[in-house]
């Protein structure tokens, strides 16, 4: 069989003419990465048990601030030690915002306005903590949000 390779082939031009179009391509690529970043993260969960099942990537718009029950968000974590790291990237979904009464009972039920929102706490254990140290009820302040994940 012969095949005719020279179809393939462009014609050569000269380095000049090669790298302004090198240059030109590499300026783009690097301003749509640079719009890019300047608006959106990606989030990566690479946990076993995921608080969000079904879920490793995620795309964060650091410009959204509207607030949506229901919706998933990210934050930076904040008191959490010795689990996670003040700063650490958190992606939860928001299930209570200012003025909702949220409980945790000691069926380990997860009420917001009395509604179930959740239920078992999972990973209770891991903070070597008596399960009663969990339940309670409060309102929330100004500015304070539940967020949780769903753990199958």
């Known amino acids: 069989m012969n095949f005719p390779l020279k179809k393939y082939f462009v014609k050569k031009e000269s380095w000049k003419r090669f790298g302004v179009k090198a240059g030109v391509t590499l300026v783009v ?20 048990e995921k608080c969000l099942p079904g879920y490793t990537f995620f795309l964060i718009d650091l410009n959204d601030q509207t607030l949506e029950r ?10 959490m ?13 928001l299930t209570g915002m200012p003025g909702d009464k949220v409980e945790i009972n000691d069926k380990w039920k997860i009420t917001v306005n009395g509604d179930v929102v959740g239920e078992g706490l999972q990973l209770a ?3 070597h903590l008596p399960e009663s140290h969990f339940y ?3 309102t929330l302040k100004e500015n304070n949000y539940w967020f949780m994940g769903k753990s199958p």
């Open 29 to 48: 690529l690097w301003a749509a990465g640079a719009a890019f970043a300047s608006r959106y993260r990606i989030g990566i969960d690479p946990q076993q």
């Open 125 to 127: 254990g891991k903070l």
């Open 70 to 79: 229901g919706a998933v968000y990210a934050f930076q974590a904040k008191n």
């Open 136 to 138: 309670g009820k409060t």
């Open 81 to 93: 030690q010795p689990f996670y790291k003040d700063g650490t990237r958190m992606v939860k979904i």
